[in-house]
C-alpha cells in the first residue's frame, strides 16, 4: 500500500478547508477535476503510452492529496471516452487510497450524453439512478460523497431530478446531492421544491466562473449562496488562457491548437494576449504566476468554496496549489485585476 507525506495537513495556507454554505461539508481551496488527462484517448493519451499515462494520473493524483487536496470531482463522461476517468481512477483510488477513504471527497455527475438511447442523459430517475450506480462500480466505491445532476433539463419536471437525488442520498448512494449549471432562478426552484416537498437539498452549486468573464454562471452563483448552499467553480484558468501557456501565440501541442476542448485557436487573440501580459506582470509583481493569481481572485470571492482545476502533469497541480501563499487580494487589488482584464471575454 503506497504511502503518504505524514505533514500534508501541517503546512497548508489559512483557510484552506472551507464549508459548503449550511451543510457540515468542507472542502480544499482547490480541488482536482479530472475532465481530461485520465481517461484513455485525446491528445494526451496520443503522446504517453498506457503506463506512463495511468503512473501520470496516479502522480498527478497523488500528489494533490499530498498538498492538501481531498476532493477528486468525477462525471459520469469523463474520460474521454466516457466513463474512463471513473474506471481508470477508480483502480488508482483502489490501489494508492485504500487506506485514505475517510480523508478524500470523491464526487460525480449525470446529466450530459453518457450513452445512445432514450436513457442516456437528461434529468429523469431512470438515468440518474443507473448512472450512479454505474459511477460507484467504475469508481470501486460503495458510496459517492457528492452527486450531482450535471445540467439543468427543463424537459423533465424539476420535481423528479430532485426527487431522484433525493433517493440516492436516503439510500445511502452518495452522501450529499449536488446541482451543476443551472441558472440562477432553477437554483431557487429546486431549493423552493425541496423545502416544500422535504426533499434532501443539494448543498454544493457547480459553475463556470473565471477572471476573463465574471458574468458567466448566469446568477447561479447568487442564488446558492443566497440559499445557503456553497459554490464550486470549474474552468477558473479560462481554459488555460489564464496561465502563461498562451502569452506569445498558440503553441502546437496545446489544447486550442488540438481544438480538442471549448477552446479554440482563434480565441487567442492580439488583444486578448495584451490583457493576459498585463495581468502576467501584475501576478509577478506580487510573486505569483499568472494562474495564481486567477486562482487567488476565484477564492477571494466569499460566495466560493473551492476552485476545480484541471492538470496534465503533477508541476501544475503544485502549482495551483500555491496559489494562496503569497496572502489574499485586497479589495483594491481586485480591482486593479479586474480593470486589468476588462474587456478581455
Not at 494576449?273 to 466569499?302: E, F, I, M, S
Request: with cysteine; net charge negative; glycine share 12%.
Amino acid at each position: 500500500m503506497s504511502t503518504f507525506s505524514p505533514t500534508r495537513y501541517d503546512d497548508l495556507p489559512g483557510g484552506w478547508f472551507r464549508r459548503c454554505g449550511k451543510s457540515g461539508l468542507d472542502l480544499p481551496a482547490v480541488s482536482l477535476g479530472m475532465w481530461h488527462n485520465f481517461g484513455d484517448a485525446g491528445t494526451d493519451a496520443q503522446k504517453l503510452g498506457e503506463q506512463d499515462l495511468h503512473e501520470n494520473a496516479t502522480a498527478m493524483m497523488r500528489t494533490a492529496f499530498d498538498r492538501g487536496v481531498t476532493h477528486f470531482d468525477f462525471a459520469n463522461n469523463y474520460g474521454p471516452a466516457p466513463g474512463a476517468a471513473e474506471a481508470r481512477c477508480g483502480r488508482i483510488l483502489e490501489s494508492d487510497f485504500g487506506h485514505h477513504r475517510e480523508e478524500i471527497v470523491v464526487s460525480s455527475k449525470a446529466g450530459y450524453r453518457m450513452q445512445p438511447g432514450p436513457y442516456g442523459d437528461g434529468g429523469g430517475r431512470k438515468y440518474l439512478i443507473q448512472s450512479c450506480e454505474a459511477s460507484l462500480r467504475r469508481l470501486r466505491l460503495d458510496h459517492l460523497d457528492l452527486f450531482y445532476h450535471h445540467r439543468n433539463d427543463p424537459s423533465v419536471p424539476l420535481e423528479e431530478t430532485l426527487g431522484a437525488l433525493d433517493h440516492l442520498v436516503r439510500s445511502g448512494k452518495t452522501l450529499h446531492a449536488a446541482v451543476s449549471n443551472y441558472p440562477g432562478e432553477r437554483v431557487e426552484e429546486a431549493l423552493s421544491i425541496c423545502e416544500r416537498d422535504g426533499l434532501v437539498k443539494p448543498i454544493l452549486h457547480q459553475v463556470p466562473h473565471h477572471l476573463l468573464d465574471p458574468s458567466l454562471s448566469g446568477g447561479g452563483l447568487d442564488a446558492a449562496a443566497d440559499g445557503g448552499m456553497g459554490n464550486i467553480v470549474f474552468s477558473p484558468l479560462a481554459q488555460g488562457l489564464l496561465t502563461d501557456k498562451y502569452l506569445d501565440g498558440v503553441p502546437a501541442d496545446s489544447r486550442a491548437a488540438a481544438a480538442s476542448g471549448f477552446l479554440k485557436a482563434d480565441r487567442v487573440t492580439p488583444e486578448l494576449q495584451a490583457h493576459l501580459k498585463r495581468l502576467n506582470a501584475y501576478a509577478g509583481d506580487r510573486g505569483q504566476t499568472l494562474a495564481q493569481l486567477a486562482l487567488c481572485w476565484v477564492l477571494g470571492d466569499p460566495r466560493i468554496t473551492s476552485a476545480l482545476i484541471g492538470a496534465s502533469r503533477p508541476s501544475q497541480v503544485t502549482g495551483c496549489c500555491d496559489a494562496l501563499q503569497q496572502g489574499p487580494l485586497s479589495e483594491a487589488e481586485r480591482a486593479e485585476v479586474v480593470a486589468l482584464a476588462a474587456d478581455a471575454a
